[in-house]
């Protein structure tokens, strides 16, 4: 398993912006799509977005469609998730994810979670 370490949580005001970065621990990090999900309180985790090893291909929940931009540095190994117009609704632990078919929740690898706190 690929050892995933987040950060760049906090607090925002609604319409402001925060990023989260993502670390990968081997260099077969490459060979992996990569993404992010969230888990409000009281609420089941939900997809947020994915990119493919390439970096070629994203994919993002409707939720964040527009707001959300994910992208991957292969060279540091690093993933990221740039947030902007952040919303109240955005408050939730952030996960990042690698391997397997995350559109289908099949997740290899997860990190420890960074808190992303939105007031309104």
């Known amino acids: 398993q690929v050892q995933l370490v987040e950060s760049g949580g906090g607090l925002a005001h609604a319409g402001g912006s925060l990023r989260l970065s993502c670390a990968a621990s081997q260099r077969t990090f490459s060979r992996f799509s990569m993404g992010w999900f969230r888990q409000a309180p009281g609420k089941d985790r939900e997809f947020v977005a994915t990119i493919s090893w390439s970096g070629g291909s994203t994919y993002y929940a409707d939720s964040v469609k527009g707001r959300f931009t994910i992208s991957r540095e292969s060279a540091w190994d690093t993933v990221h998730l740039q947030m902007n117009s952040l919303e109240p609704e955005d408050t939730a632990v952030y996960y990042c994810?690698?391997?397997?078919?995350?559109?289908?929740?099949?997740?290899?690898?997860w990190g420890q979670g960074t808190q992303v706190t939105v007031s309104s």
């Open positions: 994810a690698a391997g397997g078919d995350l559109l289908r929740y099949e997740v290899d690898s």
